[in-house]
């Protein structure tokens, strides 16, 4: 007797957040409109409530499927408008995120997967799946996969679905089944409902209202063999109150009638075709329009957005592109192509090529890469090949006939729990030193159960294992390498258990504060530990919700090579961070850079051309800059800007080093400077207030500065401090500085994370 596996697949809740998120309690909730593809979108990843990584595909305006990658199962198929698009990108409103459909369900799918080994009758176990990938080519949306562990080698399937009318003209949604060789006889699920079945014919059987078909290329109609059993099982329904608490599990319970199409052992591939009659169903979808082609070339001249930037700085130019208001450029990946193209991924899930960035923006044009992802926020290239960190997956978008558009999204990993929850963002990928790729997971609303909540890991580039690092994360929204051995650096957001934005060291067994999920230790959770302090601490007043991370690498950009750029979203600018390691760990400074961008900054690239292009978006949550969406490219024009550029920590003191000379007299003044020391509290309440030395609430200590030394080349300043310690924000302002030529510092204060001293 055939009994099902009763899979409970562990559900996840991790966070984002890129300003602060609060719940008002209302009588009555707003209804929130959904939204719906286009139809040139050829499918869709995004969360169900039968599965967190269904890929939706519309064969018609008014018939869907949605195909669950975990346990590769076609598992709901409905008439309808299509599926209901929730949460932030979509609908501008945080809940409901679960995406839905019309309600007009044809059939459902038990949850498990439909494939065994033995006769159903003998009590066979599902098989163990692997998704491969999704294309999309000739108009036709296939899944592929792979059966592991049968007798002792792996099968690979592809599976088609499309509405076809049949000889007589019956309206079908048939599947086309393409099954690697296999020494052993396969089973498969084809249609299962709890209801009476009925042998028509060879190859035919009617299960309730549904009639099912099935042919083989070579042989013609193919057995079906329905068998009911008395079944009992658990099925996990996704939603948005479980992805915070855990998902409720429906009881299901009956005599449950599944159609099996038997595989027999051979030495070649095989294909079927699995039919299930339209006709027979009260609400059987029609065939009246064909599906719009995409456009894959924007013109630039539709771009209907004024062509200016917000952003000035003596030394730096901003230029805006043109985006033409239809593309919805919330940017959250960026990367240069090989070929000079510049990669961006969007918030809804598209990929554009933008062609010529570097030259004349006014002869820009934009190529829809990819579309249908799931909420992509990291492109990084390798061997000349996309790949994108998503919600659901690390995967390569691949352009397999050269056309210029993606035509399969191909699974390299996906370890970690994910139910869709609006903040549950996965951040990267970067490439470190080993050619691995690392991601960073959103901890914030996680459980433990929660597999890699608030973990950066690493990925194999083959795909083959997927390795922790450390653990701690709130909301990384920011990801990035530094050096020439490429370490990796996370920028954290303030919240609970953070007490301000933070740049952190990835490395092996370090904890940053959040709770985090499995791996880390379940008798831990939620309970404070030794945190590993971060490399800098963000003031709060300059950064609220950090993002992306760039290193500058040349000279093109200004005399801060070597130095790493840090955008911010609420407050729409780029900081400045300088890092040195001290006692083997990275601590450093600091300090405004670039403001006023056009949008929340979220994602940046550093160009072969040596510019800053900056990518923006805000939707739901508020940036005080003005548009939805922007890339800017900023460029440096020659005028070096009076700064200190690096900060050295020494025993006693700093020494700073300045971009130009300066007047000695000014800077050899010990009153010319002030210092200040905070520190940040490690609590589970949000963010902390700052503290003194004496633990007293919102306050600083003042440190005295008893010595200011200027260098021969008037170029670096020693300042000796009396009365600073280590685990405290130094705050040092210089208003009275002046350089040789009188000017002003264009940014007077910066701020230095002070975990160390140096020895000696």
Same mark, same amino acid.
């Given at each position: 007797?055939?009994?099902?596996?009763?899979?409970?697949?562990?559900?996840?809740?991790?966070?984002?957040?890129?300003?602060?998120?609060?719940?008002?309690?209302?009588?009555?909730?707003?209804?929130?409109?959904? @939204?719906?593809?286009?139809?040139?979108?050829?499918?869709?990843?995004?969360?169900?409530?039968?599965?967190?990584?269904?890929?939706?595909?519309?064969?018609?305006?008014?018939?869907?499927?949605?195909?669950?990658?975990?346990?590769?199962?076609?598992?709901?198929?409905?008439?309808?408008?299509?599926?209901?698009?929730?949460?932030?990108?979509?609908?501008?409103?945080?809940?409901?995120?679960?995406?839905?459909?019309?309600?007009?369900?044809?059939?459902?799918?038990?949850?498990?997967?439909?494939?065994?080994?033995?006769?159903?009758?003998?009590?066979?176990?599902?098989?163990?799946?692997?998704?491969?990938?999704?294309?999309?080519?000739?108009?036709?949306?296939?899944?592929?996969?792979?059966?592991?562990?049968?007798?002792?080698?792996?099968?690979?399937?592809?599976?088609?679905?499309?509405?076809?009318?049949?000889?007589?003209?019956? %309206?079908?949604?048939?599947?086309?089944?393409?099954?690697?060789?296999?020494?052993?006889? !396969?089973?498969?699920?084809?249609?299962?409902?709890?209801?009476?079945?009925?042998?028509?014919?060879?190859?035919?059987?009617?299960?309730?209202?549904?009639?099912?078909?099935?042919?083989?290329?070579?042989?013609?109609?193919?057995?079906?063999?329905?068998?009911?059993?008395?079944?009992?099982?658990?099925?996990?329904?996704?939603?948005?109150?479980?992805?915070?608490?855990?998902?409720?599990?429906?009881?299901?319970?009956?005599?449950?009638?599944?159609?099996?199409?038997?595989?027999?052992?051979?030495?070649?591939?095989?294909?079927?075709?699995?039919?299930?009659?339209?006709?027979?169903?009260?609400?059987?979808? %029609?065939?009246?329009?064909?599906?719009?082609?995409?456009?894959?070339?924007?013109?630039?001249?539709?771009?209907?957005?004024?062509?200016?930037?917000?952003?000035?700085?003596?030394?730096?130019?901003?230029?805006?592109?043109?985006?033409?208001?239809?593309?919805?450029?919330?940017?959250?990946?960026?990367?240069?192509?090989?070929?000079?193209?510049?990669?961006?991924?969007?918030?809804?899930?598209?990929?554009?090529?933008?062609?010529?960035?570097?030259?004349?923006?006014?002869?820009?044009?934009?190529? @829809?890469?990819?579309?249908? !992802?799931?909420?992509?926020?990291?492109?990084?290239?390798?061997?000349?090949?996309?790949?994108?960190?998503?919600?659901?997956?690390?995967?390569?978008?691949?352009? %397999?006939?050269?056309?210029?558009?993606?035509?399969?999204?191909?699974?390299?990993?996906?370890?970690?729990?994910?139910?869709?929850?609006?903040?549950?963002?996965?951040?990267?990928?970067?490439?470190?030193?080993?050619?691995?790729?690392?991601?960073?997971?959103?901890?914030?609303?996680? @459980?433990?159960?929660?597999?890699?909540?608030?973990?950066?890991?690493?990925?194999?580039?083959?795909?083959?294992?997927?390795?922790?690092?450390?653990?701690?994360?709130?909301?990384?929204?920011?990801?990035?390498?530094?050096?020439?051995?490429?370490?990796?650096?996370?920028?954290?957001?303030?919240?609970?258990?953070?007490?301000?934005?933070?740049?952190?060291?990835?490395?092996?067994?370090?904890?940053?504060?959040?709770?985090?999920?499995?791996?880390?230790?379940?008798?831990?959770?939620?309970?404070?530990?030794?945190?590993?302090?971060?490399?800098?601490?963000?003031?709060?007043?300059?950064? @609220?919700?950090?993002?992306?991370?760039?290193?500058?690498?040349?000279?093109?950009?200004?005399?801060?090579?070597?130095?790493?750029?840090?955008?911010?979203?609420?407050?729409?600018?780029?900081?400045?961070?300088?890092?040195?390691?001290?006692?083997?760990?990275?601590?450093?400074?600091?300090?405004?850079?670039?403001?006023?961008?056009?949008?929340?900054?979220?994602?940046?690239?550093?160009?072969?051309?040596?510019?800053?292009?900056?990518?923006?978006?805000?939707?739901?949550?508020?940036?005080?800059?003005?548009?939805?969406?922007?890339?800017?490219?900023?460029?440096?024009?020659?005028?070096?800007?009076?700064?200190?550029?690096?900060?050295?920590?020494?025993?006693?003191?700093?020494?700073?080093?300045?971009?130009?000379?300066?007047?000695?007299?000014?800077?050899?003044?010990?009153?010319?400077?002030?210092?200040?020391?905070?520190?940040?509290?490690?609590?589970?309440?949000?963010?902390?207030?700052?503290?003194?030395?004496?633990?007293?609430?919102?306050?600083?200590?003042?440190?005295?500065?008893?010595?200011?030394?200027?260098?021969?080349?008037?170029?670096?300043?020693?300042?000796?401090?009396?009365?600073?310690?280590?685990?405290?924000?130094?705050?040092?302002?210089?208003?009275?500085?002046?350089?040789?030529?009188?000017?002003?510092?264009?940014?007077?204060?910066?701020?230095?994370?002070?975990?160390?001293?140096?020895?000696?």
């Amino acid at each position: 007797m055939f009994r099902p596996l009763s899979v409970v697949i562990m559900a996840c809740a991790l966070a984002c957040q890129i300003g602060s998120v609060t719940h008002a309690a209302t009588k009555k909730k707003p209804v929130v409109k959904p @939204r719906f593809d286009t139809p040139d979108i050829p499918f869709r990843m995004a969360p169900m409530a039968q599965a967190s990584r269904s890929i939706a595909v519309s064969l018609l305006p008014n018939l869907h499927l949605a195909f669950d990658t975990e346990n590769c199962r076609t598992h709901t198929v409905w008439t309808g408008k299509g599926l209901h698009l929730l949460g932030p990108q979509y609908s501008m409103a945080k809940r409901p995120f679960i995406s839905t459909n019309d309600s007009n369900v044809l059939w459902t799918m038990p949850p498990w997967c439909p494939w065994i080994e033995k006769n159903p009758q003998m009590g066979s176990e599902p098989l163990s799946v692997a998704f491969r990938a999704v294309e999309n080519r000739n108009g036709k949306v296939s899944f592929e996969y792979d059966l592991l562990s049968v007798g002792n080698q792996t099968v690979r399937v592809q599976e088609t679905p499309k509405f076809v009318y049949s000889s007589g003209g019956a %309206r079908m949604f048939n599947r086309k089944v393409v099954v690697g060789p296999a020494t052993v006889d !396969l089973w498969l699920a084809v249609h299962s409902e709890f209801a009476k079945s009925e042998v028509l014919h060879k190859g035919g059987v009617r299960v309730g209202d549904s009639l099912v078909i099935g042919s083989n290329a070579e042989t013609g109609l193919v057995d079906m063999y329905p068998f009911t059993t008395e079944v009992e099982y658990t099925e996990e329904v996704y939603s948005e109150t479980g992805a915070e608490k855990g998902n409720r599990l429906l009881q299901r319970k009956g005599s449950l009638t599944t159609v099996w199409a038997k595989i027999p052992a051979r030495i070649t591939a095989m294909t079927l075709v699995l039919a299930v009659s339209l006709d027979v169903l009260k609400k059987a979808p %029609r065939a009246d329009e064909a599906r719009a082609k995409r456009r894959p070339v924007l013109d630039i001249q539709s771009a209907r957005n004024p062509s200016f930037s917000m952003a000035s700085n003596p030394s730096y130019r901003v230029e805006p592109f043109r985006i033409p208001k239809e593309l919805e450029m919330l940017v959250t990946g960026m990367t240069f192509m090989p070929n000079g193209d510049l990669a961006v991924a969007t918030w809804i899930g598209d990929i554009y090529r933008i062609h010529n960035p570097t030259g004349d923006l006014s002869k820009v044009t934009y190529t @829809r890469f990819a579309s249908g !992802l799931c909420e992509p926020m990291g492109i990084a290239v390798k061997d000349g090949v996309m790949h994108v960190g998503m919600k659901n997956e690390l995967a390569r978008v691949i352009d %397999r006939d050269k056309d210029g558009l993606a035509d399969r999204i191909e699974r390299v990993r996906a370890d970690w729990s994910y139910t869709g929850h609006y903040n549950a963002f996965s951040y990267g990928p970067v490439i470190d030193r080993n050619g691995n790729f690392v991601l960073a997971n959103a901890g914030h609303s996680g @459980r433990w159960d929660v597999k890699y909540a608030g973990w950066a890991f690493s990925v194999a580039y083959d795909g083959s294992k997927i390795m922790p690092i450390c653990d701690g994360f709130r909301e990384p929204n920011g990801i990035g390498v530094f050096g020439p051995q490429r370490d990796i650096f996370v920028s954290d957001n303030q919240g609970s258990w953070i007490g301000a934005c933070r740049l952190d060291h990835v490395a092996p067994g370090k904890f940053h504060g959040h709770p985090s999920g499995w791996p880390a230790k379940k008798e831990l959770y939620g309970k404070p530990r030794p945190m590993t302090p971060p490399a800098v601490w963000f003031p709060y007043k300059l950064a @609220r919700s950090t993002t992306d991370i760039v290193e500058i690498t040349d000279d093109n950009f200004g005399p801060f090579k070597g130095q790493l750029m840090v955008g911010d979203f609420q407050n729409a600018i780029v900081t400045r961070v300088m890092l040195e390691k001290v006692d083997g760990e990275y601590q450093g400074a600091v300090w405004p850079f670039l403001k006023r961008f056009s949008s929340g900054v979220n994602r940046m690239a550093y160009g072969p051309d040596g510019r800053l292009y900056v990518g923006g978006c805000q939707r739901t949550w508020a940036s005080i800059a003005p548009k939805e969406a922007a890339i800017e490219r900023v460029s440096f024009n020659g005028k070096v800007p009076f700064e200190v550029k690096t900060v050295n920590v020494k025993p006693d003191g700093f020494e700073l080093t300045f971009t130009k000379p300066i007047d000695p007299e000014t800077a050899g003044d010990p009153n010319a400077y002030d210092v200040l020391q905070y520190r940040l509290e490690y609590h589970q309440k949000y963010g902390s207030p700052e503290y003194d030395h004496e633990g007293k609430k919102d306050s600083a200590t003042a440190i005295d500065v008893v010595g200011a030394i200027v260098s021969t080349d008037n170029l670096r300043v020693r300042l000796k401090l009396k009365g600073w310690k280590t685990g405290y924000v130094t705050m040092v302002r210089s208003l009275d500085v002046r350089s040789g030529d009188g000017k002003k510092l264009a940014n007077n204060t910066f701020w230095y994370t002070l975990n160390r001293l140096p020895k000696g």
